[in-house]
T-cell receptor, first 110, second 114 residues
């Protein structure tokens, strides 16, 4: 079967660093994306890894290890506005089909 | 760019009624996706199109659901007849011809079936 596993919730204080892990098992793999979704909003794209290694975009970084079927999203210098759900998503075909994980709710406290 | 446009944003209807959700993808995007999001099942892919052609509809729950893309700038998702368990947020998303790993989501249509 196909599955993406990520923690359901993470709580951290402002200024801290949070790492959200994602392990996947899918029939096809072209890359791993991360999305952020605030309550009542739409998912918005954060990052994409097609190759092994670390991608950095401002306070957010994403890592992929294809051999381990594993990736993570690193949120640094947490801010209150980072409180949201974060989804990992595997690109499973060349048409752009993504399979999403269940999401990790990040709660940032003062 | 206006982004992906969905309508209606909110729909409340009674069981048995027909529901039609609409989506206008971003101009120049050639893939369009319909997702459904619920607390219990998360984000589920229902169907997707490439160059207006349905590629995979295996996620469509049952025959009550149908989707069309008559041209590159318009798609509909229809539920007939609707049932309370169809209550969810339905997202439309589009993507570029070149894979960037990014889906562009609309704001969603929140459907409540009473």
């Amino acid at each position: 079967g196909q599955s993406l596993e990520q923690p359901s919730e993470v709580t951290a204080v402002e200024g801290a660093i949070v790492q959200i892990n994602c392990t996947y098992q899918t029939s096809g793999f072209y890359g791993l994306s991360w999305y952020q979704q605030h309550d009542g909003g739409a998912p918005t794209f954060l990052s994409y890894n097609a190759l092994d290694g670390l991608e950095e975009t401002g306070r957010f970084s994403s890592f992929l290890s294809r051999s381990d079927s594993y990736g993570y999203l690193l949120l640094q210098e947490l801010q209150m506005k980072d409180s949201a759900s974060y989804f990992c998503a595997v690109l499973t075909d060349s048409w752009g089909k993504f399979q999403f994980g269940a999401g990790t709710q990040v709660v940032v406290t003062p | 760019d206006a982004g992906v446009i969905q309508s209606p944003r909110h729909e409340v209807t009674e069981m048995g009624q027909e529901v039609t959700l609409r989506c206008k993808p971003i101009s120049g995007h050639n893939s369009l996706f319909w997702y459904r999001q619920t607390m219990m099942r998360g984000l589920e892919l229902l169907i997707y199109f490439n160059n207006n052609v349905p590629i995979d509809d295996s996620g469509m729950p049952e025959d009550r659901f149908s989707a069309k893309m008559p041209n590159a700038s318009f798609s509909t998702l229809k539920i007939q007849p609707s049932e309370p368990r169809d209550s969810a947020v339905y997202f439309c998303a589009s993507s570029l011809p070149v894979n960037t790993g990014e889906l562009f989501f609309g704001e969603g249509s929140r459907l409540t079936v009473l």
